[in-house]
């Protein structure tokens, strides 16, 4: 468990000046550094409960069926709880940006195919209904809330206007790094750094574009859904190799 929380706060460690330097110097965006940090925290370890305890192992299965249940509700709590601190970029919402339908369709479209091409000529997998499953059931939704939802909203409400670059996209930059790093980046048994730069490049181009598709439809739905779909995909293609 303690590797987890080193493992969590390397991933914010690693944000946190680029964050800053990106944000407006208010009380509230403080506190808003605080919640992002918090949450991300939090989240990463709730998420990695049952592996290192297994009374929390409620679900059968060899997937992380209960973490991901626990994550979700955890996410969802937070929101809740911190949902006033990002009211401006709030994408807990079903409705969707109708004038970005087509950009949208189009980034899905370019996220599924960029998916399924790597695990076409990547990966392979044995045949197990269960993965299947959790592909289109799970991952989306609680990365979802916590990446596209929470973490974007609160990055998105705090950071200030470049004359290059709107503060929209350098947010969805900033979170697609820590969604690349929470995929690649971790620590082994011994305490040594570990990294995988081929998880991470593609992790951290997904996370783009699931979080240009959060901020093109101001809905965090259509990125969960694009994202469990390509996942489903992409294990039905390693698995009929």
């Known amino acids: 468990m303690l590797i987890s929380l080193f493992n969590s706060l390397l991933y914010l460690i690693l944000i946190l000046p680029f964050f800053i330097v990106f944000s407006v110097k208010t009380k509230e965006n403080f506190n ?15 998420l990695r409960l049952p592996m290192f305890f297994p009374i929390f192992n409620l679900l059968p299965g060899t997937w992380n069926w209960s973490g991901k249940l626990y994550a979700i509700f955890w996410g969802i ?8 601190f990002f009211t401006e970029n709030n994408f807990f919402t ?5 004038k970005n339908i087509k950009c949208i369709v189009l980034l899905s479209l370019v996220a599924i195919s960029f998916q399924s091409v ?3 000529l990547f990966y392979y997998s044995e045949h197990s209904l269960e993965a299947l499953l959790f592909q289109i059931t799970a991952p ?4 979802g809330i916590l990446f596209r939802g929470i973490l974007l909203g609160i990055m ?20 697609a790094v820590i969604f690349g790093n929470v ?33 093109k439809s101001r809905s965090i739905l259509p ?19």
């Open 118 to 120: 790597l695990s076409l």
């Open 223 to 241: 990125s969960i859904i694009v994202h469990n779909l390509s996942n489903f995909l992409a294990e039905l293609i390693r698995q009929l190799k």
């Open 156 to 175: 998105a409400s705090c950071l200030k206007e470049s004359k290059f670059i709107h503060k929209n996209h350098i947010s969805v930059i900033l979170i």
């Open 183 to 215: 995929h690649a980046l971790y620590f082994t048994q011994e305490y040594e750094i570990n990294v995988d730069i081929f998880a991470f490049l593609f992790t951290g181009i997904m996370g783009y574009i699931f979080g240009l598709i959060t901020i």
């Open 32 to 46: 808003r550094i605080l919640i992002f940090s918090f949450c991300l925290v939090s989240s990463n370890m709730i």
């Open 77 to 84: 709590l937070c929101y809740y709880l911190f949902r006033s």
């Open 140 to 143: 989306g939704v609680d990365e």
């Open 94 to 98: 079903i409705k969707q940006e109708k």
